[in-house]
């Protein structure tokens, strides 16, 4: 067996670093080799990844190590935790439980996202959480049509439309109020920002079906990859978002079901 680990790590985030020069000796007194460097952990084949931060940083780690098949498993350091699988104070009892394999690897549906333009080389985004479109003016609406594997489906008169998977069905989708999806559920979901329609509701399709998102009024909107990339595109160009062929692979050690993770984070404390 392989016995390299990679730490991916969020230095904002003051508890880091303290934890992290805990878990190097408890590896190495173990005959494991610690890495942070991506290059090297790439190079080295890691067996697996761990994310310290919260669920941003496990989505960076999991878009990242999903093109080498190198699964995460995330600790909490943040606030709200969907996606990570430990809390701090039980990150040496999960890690007992990594080193026995007494785990599961569960792959989570990603998207591909592809720019066409008539003027330009085609660009594509890998995503694990969402597509974001949004107006750039604040004294415009846009219009946003989306085909559903060639045929007209629907139009979002909005501040911008939101293409989520299941795993971004919990972050931005969430509080534009779209659903919540469950992980074994494949689907793409598409979420208004702010509807200037009644009409204007939110969908979910399979996974199966490639969407076609354009400009049908407005002169330009941006687009954001996982919250990360942006892009401004213009009417006449279009974004095709289909299921990429790949996925990205969390550790799930079995101490959380979905459903006790939604009842746990989104309860509502003035009934408790």
Sequence with gaps: MNKVVGLWLN???????PLSLLIRPWFEARGWEVLTEWNEIVERRAKFLI?????????????????????VL????????????????????ALEKVLREDYIIQERLMLSAVIKRADAPEL??????????????????????????????I????????????TGSTAYSLSAGGPIVSPNVKAMILTPLAAHSLSARPVVVSDLEELEIFLVSGEQCSVTFDGRQSVRIRSGETVTIKSA????KLIRLGSRSFSQVVREKLRDRWHE
């Design 124 to 153: 594509t985004h890998l995503v694990l959480n969402d597509v974001v479109f949004s107006r750039e003016s604040s004294d415009s609406v846009i219009t946003l049509q989306a085909n559903l594997s060639g045929e007209p489906t």
């Design 155 to 166: 139009s979002y008169p909005a501040d911008g439309l939101i293409v989520s998977t299941p």
């Design 11 to 17: 230095t904002s985030k003051p508890e880091v670093q």
């Design 51 to 71: 994310s310290l931060g919260g669920d941003g940083t496990l989505l960076q780690a999991a878009r990242e190590g999903a093109s080498f098949g190198i699964p």
């Design 74 to 93: 995330g600790v909490n350091l943040g606030r709200l935790g969907f996606l990570c699988e430990i809390e701090r104070e039980e990150v040496f009892v």
């Design 245 to 248: 062929p790949i996925k990205a």
